[in-house]
Structure formats: C-alpha cells, structure tokens
C-alpha cells in the first residue's frame, strides 16, 4: 500500500542554522503533500503545503521542495528559533485514496537550541 | 469560518469501561471526517473515517468504533477499554473532494488515560 517515509526521526540545530526535513512517498498518484507541526501536548497544525503542479513553495522562514520524478519532497527550516522545536509530520494523498486520506510520515523531533 | 470541536479535553477511565468520544465539526457542510490515535511520543495512526452520515470505514482491526449520526458529527467509542487504548485522540476534518480547499484540519484531541 501507500507508505511515506520520512526523515531524521530527530534533528538538533543551533538557533540561526537552517533544518531540513525529507519524505519519500510510494504513490506515484500522489498530489498533494502537506506539513504538520505539533508542538508538546498540542493538535498537529498545517503551516505549508504543495501541490504536485508547483516544485516549490516558499512562506516566510519555510520552503517546501517536491521533486515528483524521485518521489520526495522536503521542508525547509531558515533562521530557526527555539520556538521551531517541535515534531514535524509530512503527508501525502494520492487521487485514488479512498475517503481522501493522508499517509503520513513518522515523524521528526526538531529541537532548536538557543 | 469553520471550528472543531472535540470533547471531553482529558478522561480517565479502568480498564473494560465503556468509552464515548465525540467531535464536531461547524462552518462547513459534508466534510469527511477522521479519527486518529497518537500513543505518546508516537505517530499518527488513522483509526476511521468517513465520507457521508452512516459511512463509516475503519483502518485498522480493533475494539473501537465510530458512528455518524449526523453530518457534521463523528463519534468515536468502545465498550470495554483496554490499556492499549491509552493516547491522544485527534479528529479532524477536510471538505469533500472538489470543493475550494483539500487542506485538512485537526481538532484540539482528547487525551485518555486507561487505568
């Protein structure tokens, strides 16, 4: 079945340093790949996405690669800051997922160290 | 603008009671519903979701389940809880296929404590 996996399941970064995150996705009928940050004790929140027309996607600090031919996709952390510790979730939803369903990755712990 | 609603916020409960979660969802008309399960310091595991009142499509083999009463109503319950019931328990929703957004949003959870 569908499987995205996503890695390192934990990054330690200085405050200032940039943090990259990567997902590989199985479904080549994936189209739309969204990132979640859930902080401690809290719902995961939606703070970028990408569609499988556009390569890249950029809001403020955080960019979001797609590179459809490899099948991956990646975050990207710019200037973090000790409030961008989190854990970090990828997704991806193919065109045929039954109830429109995301797949998603397992996870990554990025801590931001002042 | 649409909100989700999920209650209660925190529950207890021994080992074989029965279990009611309730999530709701406003602003938004025929949304699919989902019911996720986090164990701690774990991913997301979907547990059920849903396209329409009644349908109702379970992922994974357990003594869970979830009912739709109502279109913008999903509830998740058991009859006896085991301790691997243990976690935090996220609904969370999206607009049916074709609307404006494909975005999917997560509800604040319920965090439950087998004993």
């Known amino acids: 079945g569908e499987n995205v996996e996503q890695h390192p399941s934990t990054l330690s970064v200085q405050e200032g340093d940039s943090a990259v995150i990567k997902c590989t996705y199985s479904d080549s009928a994936s189209n739309y790949f969204p990132w979640y940050k859930q902080e401690l004790g809290k719902r995961p929140q939606l703070i970028i996405d990408i569609r499988s027309n556009v390569g890249e996607k950029k809001d403020q600090r955080i960019a979001v690669t797609l590179n459809k031919t490899a099948k991956h996709f990646s975050l990207h952390i710019t200037e973090t800051q000790p409030e961008d510790s989190a854990v970090y979730f990828c997704a991806a939803r193919g065109i045929y997922n039954q109830g429109g369903k995301l797949i998603f990755g397992q996870g990554t712990e990025l801590s931001v160290k002042p | 603008s649409q909100t989700i609603h999920q209650w209660p916020a925190t529950l207890v409960q021994p080992v074989g009671s029965p279990l009611s979660l309730e999530c709701t969802v406003e602003?938004?008309?025929?949304?699919?519903l989902y019911w996720y399960r986090q164990a701690a310091g774990r991913g997301l595991q979907l547990l059920f979701y849903?396209?329409?009142?009644?349908?109702i499509s379970s992922e994974v083999p357990q003594n869970l389940s979830a009912s739709r009463p109502q279109d913008r109503q999903f509830i998740l319950s058991s009859k006896k809880l085991l301790l691997s019931d243990s976690g935090f328990y996220l609904c969370?929703?999206?607009?049916?296929?074709?609307?404006?957004?494909?975005?999917?949003?997560f509800g604040p959870g319920t965090r439950l404590t087998v004993t």
């Open positions: 849903s396209v329409g009142i009644g349908q």
């Open positions: 602003g938004t008309s025929n949304p699919n």
């Open positions: 969370a929703w999206r607009s049916r296929p074709g609307g404006r957004s494909t975005e999917q949003y």
